[in-house]
Nanobody
Framework: QVHLVESGGGLVQAGGSLRLSCAAS????????MGWYRQAPGKQRELVAR???????NYADSVKGRFTISRDNAKNTVYLQMNSLKPEDTAVYSC????????????WGQGTQVTVSS
């Protein structure tokens, strides 16, 4: 069983910063990538940022230049540094881990609320 523990969400004013963390544990093997998704009320879930085992990153256009994803492989932990936050960044942010090599398994965290006030 895979367990993802997220932390770092909260309320911040526009222009502020937050750092999200997600620690993965349990019966995982061959982690292919880790990432963050978000879902705002009334909207579909979208990819925010993703980092592969080879440290290739990709970002949603809306966060490029403001958010930075990184990972600590030894700790199976992924981070999302969010700067210059905007009210439209308000959403539930969920951690995702792609693992299992060719089995392409995915596990999700429970989500953490990020609220940016104007």
């Amino acid at each position: 069983q895979v367990h993802l523990v997220e932390s770092g969400g909260g309320l911040v004013q526009a222009g502020g910063s937050l750092r999200l963390s997600c620690a993965a544990s349990g019966s995982m093997f061959s982690i292919n990538a880790m990432g963050w998704y978000r879902q705002a009320p009334g909207k579909q879930r979208e990819l925010v940022a993703r980092i592969t085992s080879g440290d290739t990153t990709n970002y949603a256009d809306s966060v490029k230049g403001r958010f930075t994803i990184s990972r600590d492989n030894a700790k199976n932990t992924v981070y999302l540094q969010m700067n210059s936050l905007k009210p439209e960044d308000t959403a539930v942010y969920s951690c995702n881990v792609e693992w299992g090599g060719s089995f392409n398994l995915r596990s999700w965290g429970q989500g953490t609320q990020v609220t940016v006030s104007s």
